[in-house]
């Protein structure tokens, strides 16, 4: 049986989330190198096509502009690394990771689950897993400034196969609450994908040039 997401993966997203807060939650610079910065909706507007990502991009990114809170004119006009958005679009994934996990548990010992729906959800989570690490890694990357750029579409890739390999499991049971936190979650992970895509892909190292051939 597949093991679901236990306390020890929590605490490791929450451990992961702290050390994330140092780049996207504070005013300071979070470039990790050269990258373009933008405003909240350049940023929006450059990787959504549909009116539900844009939305979602929105929302996630301009949290104090939605709630409606002071300054959100000014907010709406900072210009912000684009490392920055990836961070938070990464919080806000790992945050619908763990609330999924939560609310699954919630459900594991209802007697009105039937056992083949239980396993699915066991199995479900096998996914999440998955997309924990991935995820985790990005943030983890970003919070350090390390290997950022170098593998971040291949972790956002990696967390989207575990979004899908959840679903998979789920596809006969499309009236489980899980199923469509599952659509949700597979969204917000979309969406750090998306954004990486706005992160330049690291220079590689110029190649030394070979040594003349001493004169005979």
Known sequence: MAKPIGSL?????VTLLAGLCLVAGTGGDA??????SMTVEQACDAVCGT?????????????????GGGGGGEHRRRRDAITRYVGVAARGALDAYAATAAAKRGM????????DERTAHERCMAGYDLAVRFMGRVAGDLASCETAAARLRDDCDGSLAGMDACRRKLFGYPASPLYSRNLAD???TMLVGLLSNLVP??????TPSPSPSPET
């Open 201 to 206: 892909a690291p220079t590689p190292p110029p």
């Open 108 to 115: 594991q010992y209802s007697a009105a689950l039937p056992t």
């Open 31 to 36: 470039r990790c190198a050269p990258v373009p």
């Open 9 to 13: 993966a929590i605490a490791a997203v």
């Open 51 to 67: 009116p539900h990502m844009l939305k979602l991009c929105l929302r996630t990114l301009q949290p104090r502009a939605r709630r």
């Open 186 to 188: 597979r969204n917000k």
